[in-house]
């Protein structure tokens, strides 16, 4: 099983900028995809955004035209770029891999249990 690495996290004020990176320990199959989850103490883990191996890619509404996903497929690195950080994004950021053959929307991938998931990288945004 691929363990995944995040890294990035940090305390920024409202309006700054953050970039984390999500670091593959092992191969991971080419056809899979890549995704960026967030979750808040107490609250259900949410989907940020998916990018799939042909670099397509999906956005949660609430971060769209904010955050950027993109992937360093020879170094099997995923990034996600925030921008205009606002204190709603306030949670602990998830890496997941995971094979979109397995069926269900992407952002179900807690629900079902699936995927590879990382340890998590905090991100505070203060006012």
């Known amino acids: 099983q691929v363990h995944l690495l995040e890294c990035g996290g940090a305390s920024v004020q409202a309006g700054g900028s953050l970039r984390l990176s999500c670091a593959a320990s092992a191969y991971v199959d080419s056809t899979y995809s890549m995704a960026w989850f967030r979750q808040v103490p107490g609250e259900k883990r949410e989907g940020v955004a998916t990018i799939d191996s042909d670099g397509s890619t999906k956005y949660d509404y609430s971060v769209k035209g904010r955050f950027t996903i993109s992937k360093d497929n020879a170094k099997t690195i995923v990034y996600l770029q925030m921008q205009d950080l606002k204190p709603e994004d306030t949670a602990m950021y998830y890496c997941?891999?995971?094979?979109?053959?397995?069926?269900?929307?992407?952002?179900?991938?807690?629900?079902?249990?699936?995927?590879?998931w990382g340890q998590g990288t905090q991100v505070t945004v203060v006012s």
């Open positions: 997941v891999s995971y094979d979109p053959k397995a069926g269900g929307a992407w952002y179900d991938l807690p629900f079902y249990g699936l995927g590879s």
